[in-house]
């Protein structure tokens, strides 16, 4: 059955090589899903060496785990390490047909980003980005086909959770949209198309969650009382672990897009942006276990 919203299937454009802008730990994570379901070449840039290296070595690392866990062959380890490679030269995206970003959670940064990629691939390539909540229109305003770009946001674990949010400018064209939702088939994901508006609609509903969790903290109420109160309501993880999991700064970039957008409606957080530079909310042991919170950057402010 067709999704909801979902162009004919026909339409979409065959997938033989996959580009990865952006090596962080998101991006590795679905670059290594690409090379997997897709079976094509994933080529992965960044800024620099270091960081094109430290995204291939997750990768590899990620093989050496489905391996040790009986989950792939040693041959079929083999065959996906030889598909995966890192550049710092974009003339490597030139034939390339699926061009993906998770670069920096800020609008200018992919909005050159792209600029500058659509220099370098075919004018046949579709373009997509994992942006958590910036508008995907205005990402793509200094395209010049921004007709081929189209949202394709992924959740944390990348490889666990079973959604993708194919998000759909009022410019994205038939052929993009289709190829979207059959890549996100291919992918074994579940995939809805929404609209291109802040959060779409996971993040639109945990930033009301997370911001909310941490207002009570910024006035005054303990870590421990707000998590240890949604505890037992069912939730895989708690406020906090869920904030951390999907990265302080990005929650903190995702607070501030939906203040940005809908001031009555969402908090500005006093404390997230410190919180993301001191770096942590929970006190783990060294095998990551969580022993309790760490409290070492939170100020209270009255409200
Ligand atoms: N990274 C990678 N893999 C992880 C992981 C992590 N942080 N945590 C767990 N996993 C893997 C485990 O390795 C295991 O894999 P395996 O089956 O291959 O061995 C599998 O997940 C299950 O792990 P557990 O047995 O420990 O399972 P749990 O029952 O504890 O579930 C969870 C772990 C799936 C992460 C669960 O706690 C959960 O669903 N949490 C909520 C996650 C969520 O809401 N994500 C969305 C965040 S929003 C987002 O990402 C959008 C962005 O734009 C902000």
Redesign the pocket.
């Known amino acids: 059955k067709r999704p909801a919203g979902a162009p004919d299937k026909a339409l979409a454009r065959p997938i033989t090589k996959v580009g990865v802008i952006g090596a962080g730990l998101m991006a590795s ?1 679905f670059a290594l899903l690409f090379v997997r379901r897709l079976r094509v070449p994933v080529v992965i840039t960044d800024l620099d060496q270091a960081r094109v290296d430290k995204g291939v070595e997750y990768i590899h690392g990620e093989i050496a785990t489905l391996l040790a ?1 009986k ?1 792939i062959s040693a041959d079929e380890a083999n065959r996906l390490r030889a598909l995966v490679t890192g550049t710092t030269d974009k003339a490597d995206f030139a034939d390339a047909d699926w061009v993906i970003e998770a670069v920096f959670e800020e609008l200018g940064v992919k909005q050159d980003v792209f600029a500058e990629i659509e220099k370098h691939i075919s004018p046949e390539a579709i373009l997509a980005t994992n942006t ?2 910036l508008s995907v229109e205005k990402i793509g305003a200094k395209l010049a086909h921004p007709e081929r770009l189209v949202g394709f ?5 990348v ?3 079973p959604l993708i949010e194919v998000v759909k400018t009022p410019v994205t064209n038939d052929a993009t949209l289709s190829t979207a939702m059959v890549v996100a088939g291919k992918l074994r994901k579940n995939a809805v198309i929404t609209r291109d508006t802040p959060g779409f609609v ?2 639109r509903l ?1 930033a009301k969650l997370l911001g909310e969790a941490m207002h009570a903290v910024d006035t005054g109420t303990s870590f421990e009382v707000v998590d240890g109160a949604l505890a037992p309501f069912g939730l ?2 708690t406020p906090f672990q ?1 904030l951390e ?3 302080l700064k ?2 903190a970039h ?1 607070l501030d897009t939906h203040h940005a957008a809908f001031p009555e409606r969402f908090f500005e957080s006093a404390n997230l942006h410190t919180l993301a530079e001191y770096g942590k909310v929970l006190d783990r042991d060294a095998k990551g276990k969580i022993k309790g919170f760490d409290k070492g950057a939170v100020k209270i402010v009255a409200g």
């Not at 946001?153 to 674990?157: A, M, Q, V």
């Open positions: 994570q866990k989950r958590s909540s946001h992924f959740f944390n674990p490889a666990i959770m996971v993040n945990l895989p993880m869920l999991l999907v990265g990005v929650g995702v």
